[in-house]
């Protein structure tokens, strides 16, 4: 099964499976998965980095989304390939001799992913090829709220109805038989939090439980996840003014975002955190 994701950044790690250049290994940005490991393969004339070029063919075995925008992976990207450059990741020691290209960039990629900002972030790791998957070291597990996904990613555009206007999560454009009577019409919709009417669908967060028709503005329920801990931007987790469940900050986003069906068993809640730091 592919999953599709909308609005999709992110940074993936490419092996060279060319008996001449066995074992390099490339990174890089896409907001395009199936299209950018194409252009790698068919050369820098097609679109394909010049690293890349003439040395394949290559294998996307890697891939790390979920960040909020274009800037924020592409500074993870320059980080990962520029690990002893980063001041951010000081500690990461160099590659051993023992040590493969390949097990190496792993290695700073799970270092990455313990430390702030990118500790903060609703990132998903994805092995797009099983038979590449390999353990992280015990030291370096993921936050919790990261999960481990495997198999393939699209990019999707976002759904547009026919009035211009973005859909709501659940529907087909245009048809309001499709979408809950309650989600319909947003502008006639209150913020469970302040209790003001909604200007667009691009700045609220659904509830994903089943029945919860709780909808609130994005800032306005991160304000309120935020209550106990005021001295961070962006909150971890928090409990849904409808139903009361707890319920992580990064779900909600995968959900807005078209992922959320992806991941099995995320209504557990998990003491972990994203932020997005990056942009500051």
């Not at 099983?130 to 990261?146: I, R, T």
């Not at 003001?196 to 991160?222: K, R, V, W, Y």
Request: charged content about 20%; aromatic content about 10%.
């Amino acid at each position: 099964m592919v999953v599709e994701i909308e609005n999709f950044f992110g940074v993936y790690l490419l092996y060279c499976t060319n008996p001449k250049f066995k074992g390099r290994i490339y990174i890089g940005f896409t907001v395009n998965p199936e299209r950018r490991i194409s252009q790698h393969n068919a050369g820098k004339r097609k679109g394909g980095a010049w690293r890349t070029s003439g040395r394949g063919p290559w294998d996307m075995v890697l891939i790390i989304h979920g960040f909020p925008s274009d800037i924020a992976a592409l500074r993870f990207e320059w980080a990962w390939q520029h690990p002893h450059a980063s001041r951010r990741l000081t500690h990461v020691s160099r590659k051993s001799r023992q040590e493969s290209s390949f097990d190496f960039h792993v290695r700073v990629m799970a270092s990455m992913l313990c430390v702030a900002p990118w500790n903060r972030l609703p990132l998903t790791i994805r092995w797009l090829k099983q038979e590449y998957h390999c353990d992280f070291p015990s030291h370096l597990e993921p936050p919790l709220h990261m999960p481990l996904a495997f198999g393939q990613v699209r990019a999707k555009a976002p759904s547009r109805s026919k009035d211009g206007k973005k859909n709501t999560e659940g529907g087909a454009a245009g048809d309001p038989g499709e979408l809950p009577s309650s989600q319909w019409d947003i502008s006639r919709q209150c913020c469970s939090v302040c209790y003001q009417h909604f200007q667009s669908e691009d700045d609220t967060l659904h509830c994903f439980h089943p029945g919860c028709t709780m909808i609130a503005h994005l800032i306005c329920l991160a304000d309120e996840f935020l209550s106990g801990e005021p001295q961070h931007f962006i909150p971890v987790e928090g409990k849904c003014p409808g139903c009361k469940n707890t319920m992580l900050w990064g779900d909600l986003i995968r959900y807005k975002k078209g992922c959320y069906g992806d991941l099995e068993d995320v209504c557990t809640p998990t003491k972990v955190h994203w932020a997005d730091e990056l942009q500051k």
